[in-house]
């Protein structure tokens, strides 16, 4: 053996005409997956049919509900309060958000994080801000970058169309939870059409702050006291997140069904191009058999 010969161990060599390529798919490979979209798209057809019947529903709901919204805003309307009529260097503020626990149906729940996370972008948050998540998916979304402010949060919404006596407990769970808001918003989906809604906001005021501006205003009503006034406080905010809820359940099952509606069209699609894929490879495996045949033949001959 000569001296100058070295040997390369590990080194693995191909030959330039044998190039590392992909497998191609079977025709049970094609198969399969033509069978798994087709019952993909066989949910989203009936998804798409039961959120139809919800939003009919929701929908129906939604007109007696903004009557809530309406009259609890009225008297925020009238008295006109701004940040500065709060004695105080830094209010407290609230922040709710009114989502669900529900997912498919677009970005509705994402929408309304980021538009809370833009408002707080263009101020300094610190603890005088909290923030109170209806619904998981909004509290999963908060958890990621506003863990620290969060609040509460509530869970089990969307499941079934929202009652007064859920708006009521969660405005008693906030009162009682011993954090004195001066100010707030509360965060809510506004339903515009079917294939439309926008988000929006609606004031939130303590008793406190209520109390201490609306002298001068509502000095016309001789049987309008304090009392009166904290009452209307919890009422209007118990109105209020009843109003939020019917918006946001309206405007969720209508996005679920434009949802649904895309992503059947979509598996439609595929569907078809599956199809396509599979009768040029069951063709072509078809050719090459018959060429076998005659090969074979051929050569015999």
């Given amino acids: 053996m000569a001296a100058n010969t070295v040997f390369i161990r590990g080194a693995v060599f191909r030959p330039a005409s044998c190039p590392a390529v992909r497998n191609m798919a079977?025709?049970?490979?094609?198969?399969?997956?033509?069978?798994?979209?087709?019952?993909?798209?066989?949910?989203?057809?009936?998804?798409?049919?039961?959120?139809?019947?919800?939003?009919?529903?929701?929908?129906?709901?939604?007109?007696?509900?903004?009557?809530?919204?309406?009259?609890?805003?009225?008297?925020?309307?009238?008295?006109?309060?701004?940040?500065?009529?709060?004695?105080?260097t830094t209010p407290k503020n609230l922040i709710v958000v009114m989502s669900s626990d529900r997912g498919l149906c677009g970005g509705i729940h994402s929408n309304l994080v980021k538009a809370v996370k833009a408002a707080l972008g263009e101020k300094q948050v610190d603890d005088s801000t909290k923030?109170?998540?209806?619904?998981?998916?909004?509290?999963?979304?908060?958890?990621?970058?506003?863990?620290?402010?969060?609040?509460?949060?509530?869970?089990?919404?969307?499941?079934?169309?929202?009652?007064?006596?859920?708006?009521?407990?969660?405005?008693?769970?906030?009162?009682?939870?011993?954090?004195?808001?001066?100010?707030?918003?509360?965060?809510?989906?506004?339903?515009?059409?079917?294939?439309?809604?926008?988000?929006?906001?609606?004031?939130?005021?303590?008793?406190?702050?209520?109390?201490?501006?609306?002298?001068?205003?509502?000095?016309?009503?001789?049987?309008?006291?304090?009392?009166?006034?904290?009452?209307?406080?919890?009422?209007?905010?118990?109105?209020?997140?009843?109003?939020?809820?019917?918006e946001g359940a309206c405007s969720e099952q209508s996005s679920r069904m434009t949802a649904m509606d895309s992503a059947s069209k979509n598996a439609g699609e595929m569907i078809d191009k599956l199809t396509l894929t599979y009768n040029r490879t069951r063709q072509a495996v078809i050719t090459r058999e018959l060429i076998e045949i005659i090969s074979g033949a051929a050569a015999l001959d």
């Fill in 26 to 88: 079977t025709l049970k490979d094609i198969s399969l997956r033509l069978r798994s979209v087709k019952n993909i798209q066989k949910i989203t057809k009936s998804m798409k049919m039961v959120s139809a019947a919800k939003f009919g529903k929701a929908e129906r709901e939604l007109r007696p509900a903004r009557i809530y919204g309406a009259g609890a805003s009225a008297l925020y309307d009238k008295v006109e309060i701004k940040p500065s009529d709060v004695d105080k």
């Fill in 131 to 246: 923030i109170v998540a209806c619904g998981e998916k909004a509290r999963q979304l908060f958890l990621r970058t506003h863990g620290d402010y969060l609040l509460m949060s509530f869970s089990e919404i969307g499941k079934r169309p929202p009652q007064f006596c859920e708006a009521t407990f969660i405005a008693q769970e906030i009162l009682d939870s011993g954090f004195q808001y001066d100010m707030g918003e509360m965060y809510y989906n506004w339903f515009k059409s079917v294939v439309s809604y926008k988000t929006q906001t609606k004031p939130l005021h303590s008793f406190d702050t209520l109390n201490s501006v609306s002298g001068d205003t509502l000095s016309t009503y001789d049987d309008l006291d304090s009392d009166a006034i904290k009452n209307y406080s919890e009422f209007s905010l118990a109105s209020l997140l009843f109003y939020g809820m019917k």
